[in-house]
């Protein structure tokens, strides 16, 4: 069974810092893209950003010049640095992956169960 597990939420200052990590584990062969995103209360899930398997970025406007997505591939792991973090970031974080497993099953859409970040003084 493949799993992703985020980590590293919690409660910070407007205007701190904080990372977030995502390890896939599991009977993993291969991931294509890692993404994150995130569900403000009462709003939609939205796209944080997304990095590619050759480390390829995309953000959100709103992210931009303030998160970093970064990958290590030898630990079937991506990250997410928040800088100068506001309040309208609280939200829930998700964690999502492309891959195949070595029995070349493919989850196209594979979701962590989320790790909440609470922007605030």
């Known amino acids: 069974q493949v799993q992703l597990v985020e980590s590293g939420g919690g409660l910070v200052q407007p205007g701190g810092s904080l990372r977030l990590s995502c390890a896939a584990s599991g009977s993993i062969f291969s991931i294509n893209d890692m993404g994150w995103y995130r569900q403000a209360p009462g709003k939609e899930r939205e796209l944080v950003g997304v990095i590619t398997s050759g480390g390829g970025t995309t953000y959100a406007d709103s992210v931009k010049g303030r998160f970093t997505i970064s990958r290590d591939n030898a630990k079937n792991t991506v990250y997410l640095q928040m800088n100068s973090l506001e309040s309208e970031d609280t939200a829930v974080y998700y964690c999502?992956?492309?891959?195949?497993?070595?029995?070349?099953?493919?989850?196209?859409?594979?979701w962590g169960q989320g790790t909440l970040v609470t922007v605030s003084s």
């Open positions: 999502n992956a492309d891959l195949v497993t070595r029995g070349y099953v493919r989850f196209h859409d594979l």
